[in-house]
């Protein structure tokens, strides 16, 4: 099968796999070109963790970063009058999904002949791709907003990455990254920006798949900020689809905190309800605290390809979901809160019944930040 190639989403144009590329001759961000898809038969049911899936990716990568990630546990639950799957992330090997997206963009940039990498984050991707580079033997940088709390960097300091403190908001360490990546520092590794870190995260859909008996479900609610998961689900199922495998899409449903929801406005008011500026306000959820995500437009998209939609849950929501779950067990962050909190009120409104097949992502553990005051 020929190597897929990159795509710029703007402008149509292919680009091959070239070492180092993460963006467009336009300057935006690239896809993957659509795969194929794989089938049951092409599962690897001795490979380690998601690289059992490894078929499904674009290009042959002949000796992956593995640390244990994919193959988290679905737990069943009860929620609202809903029979809810938890998908359990926060046990993967640094207690979030990133895992997933760091260990197939690395490996591969490892494989492309990166020495050193650079990324930008505040949270769990830095922590992510700092425990992955130094799995890979790469020297890494993290650049973060000089807001941050410093115990969300402990992890990234402890794998031996190199932080880097940016005054601004949190693009303004974006654009530190790069611009430390254009003077020759580093292969810039952005799990918002680099197309592979999508490949990894698309194995949520096979997993999914899998572990319901190679169905899909019906629904998956999952949290949403800058959109790795709810991409890299469209993306997997997708495929499934195309292989054959599935025959239709579960609905996705992205839930925000109100404080930062820019994909739930962007969804409504492109639905035709009244366009209103809504701010952007602190948030306890701030996995999801992305005001402009870079991929919107394909995260609306997957949204009405699914036939899902979007919630924004208040504060006060998300704190309730948060003492709900760890009342029955389950230690989220707060991001991983307002999925729970977005299933309840899905139900309420009838867009997700009781008798559904349901998978919620619980992206990150709570253990990753502070209880919710």
């Known amino acids: 099968m020929p190597e897929r190639q990159y795509v710029d989403p703007a402008s149509g144009e ?15 961000p ?28 674009a290009g042959e990568i002949a000796a992956p970063v593995v640390l244990g990630e994919g193959r ?34 690395l490996s591969l940039l490892r494989q492309q002949g990166a020495r050193a990498v650079i990324e930008d984050s505040s949270g769990n991707g830095g922590a992510s791709v700092a425990a992955y580079g130094a ?52 292969w810039y590794a952005s799990h918002n920006w680099h197309p592979f870190f999508l490949e990894g995260t698309k194995t949520l859909a096979y997993e999914i798949w899998e572990d319901l008996g190679f169905v899909a479900p019906d629904a998956v609610v999952m949290p949403v900020g800058a959109g790795s998961s709810l991409l890299g689900c ?7 689809l195309r292989a054959g495998e599935i025959d239709r899409l579960p609905r996705l449903y992205a ?27 602190p948030t306890i959820a701030e996995g999801a605290s992305i005001a402009r995500p870079l991929r919107l437009e394909p995260m609306l998209d997957a949204l009405r390809e699914s036939g899902g939609g979007t919630v924004a849950i208040p504060e006060d929501g998300i704190r309730a979901a948060h003492a709900q779950l760890a009342a029955r067990g389950l ?19 009838r867009a ?3 008798s559904d097949t349901t998978v919620v992502l619980l992206t990150g553990s709570g253990l990753k930040a502070p209880p919710p005051a």
Do not use: N
């Open 234 to 240: 469209a993306l997997g199922f997708r495929e499934l």
């Open 135 to 186: 799995a890979a033997g790469l020297d890494v940088s993290v650049f973060a907003p000089a807001s941050t709390s410093p115990g969300k960097l402990v992890q990234a300091r402890a794998y031996g990455a190199r932080i880097e403190l940016v005054e601004g908001p949190r693009v303004a360490a974006q654009d530190a990254a790069i611009a430390a990546a254009e003077r020759g520092l580093g």
């Open 14 to 28: 292919r680009i091959p796999l070239e070492p180092g590329r993460w963006r467009s001759g336009t300057g935006g």
């Open 72 to 105: 988290t546990p679905l737990v069943a639950g009860e929620w609202g009058g809903a029979r809810p799957l938890w998908k359990l992330e926060w046990c993967s090997p640094t207690g979030s999904f990133k895992d997933r997206g760091s260990s197939v963009m």
């Open 331 to 349: 230690f989220a962050e707060p991001t991983s809160a307002t999925a729970a909190a977005a299933l309840g009120v899905l139900v309420e409104r």
């Open 255 to 281: 839930a925000q905190p109100l404080h930062c929801s820019p994909v739930d406005a962007a969804f409504h008011v492109k639905r035709g309800d009244a366009a209103r500026a809504r701010a952007v306000l």
């Open 30 to 57: 690239m896809l993957l070109e659509p795969g194929r898809g794989i089938t049951r038969a092409e599962i690897e049911p001795d490979a380690p963790g998601l690289w059992r899936y490894r078929a499904a990716f």
């Open 352 to 354: 997700i019944l009781p």
